[in-house]
């Protein structure tokens, strides 16, 4: 009886450390559409074309700002956007367009790599909005003619369904740990 525990928590133990390993290895993914905040700034960035930059054509940067002092508005901002790669080799040092109730930039990413985008806002008089930095990391990896979706499918090892994958792999290592122990039993009655 002692023999079949110690056997069950072993294959218990190896296949959560094989989850853990398995894990590690995923990729991290980069959510489109993220709200970044500081203070009683937030803005959110959009990147067209459809929020997956292609390497070597022009990328249109958007950020909707919002301020909940509602003291924000583009005509009273001095803004500055800087893209850097994950060299922190600054890539692109600009102000920004007024594009309606948003700012506007275009860059062109030259190669596949993550890069970190950094907009700061001063306020052009006093009592203004509150002076804010934002920072968004994007990884760029889609190349000219193929498509978003096919980008996103071969990504990582489970294809962006990370999660699912190890629900169902630890799912699946319970069951077998629990036909084993079930088994080992039936050994010891007979």
């Known amino acids: 009886m002692f023999y079949c525990t110690l056997m069950t928590n072993r294959i218990i133990i190896l296949a959560l450390a094989s989850l853990a390993c398995v894990y590690t290895l995923l990729p991290i993914p980069v959510a489109a559409h993220v709200l970044k905040v500081d203070g009683t700034i937030g803005a959110v960035l959009h990147i067209d074309p459809e929020d997956d930059p292609i390497i070597g054509q022009p990328a249109h940067l958007y950020f909707n700002i919002s301020d ?3 003291k924000f508005h583009p ?3 001095t803004c500055l956007l800087t893209i850097a790669n994950n060299n922190s080799k600054i890539l692109f040092k600009s102000g920004l367009v007024i594009a309606g ?3 506007e930039a275009q860059t062109i990413f030259p190669e596949p790599n993550i890069y ?4 700061k806002g001063i306020p052009k008089t006093q ?3 509150q002076a804010f930095s934002l920072q968004y990391e994007i ?8 498509s978003s ?3 996103h499918s071969a ?7 990370g999660l699912h994958g190890i629900i169902l792999g630890g799912g699946i290592c319970v069951v077998i740990a629990m036909i084993i122990q079930e088994q080992l039993k039936q050994r010891g009655r007979v």
Not at 116 to 119: A, E, F, L, M, S
Request: include cysteine.
């Open 68 to 70: 909940t002092d509602k």
């Open 75 to 77: 005509d009273n901002c």
């Open 101 to 103: 109730d948003a700012l």
């Open 116 to 119: 970190t985008i950094v907009i």
């Open 127 to 129: 009592n203004g909005f």
């Open 139 to 146: 990884r760029v990896a889609r190349e000219s003619g193929i």
């Open 149 to 151: 979706v096919h980008i």
């Open 155 to 161: 990504t990582g090892l489970l294809g962006g369904h």
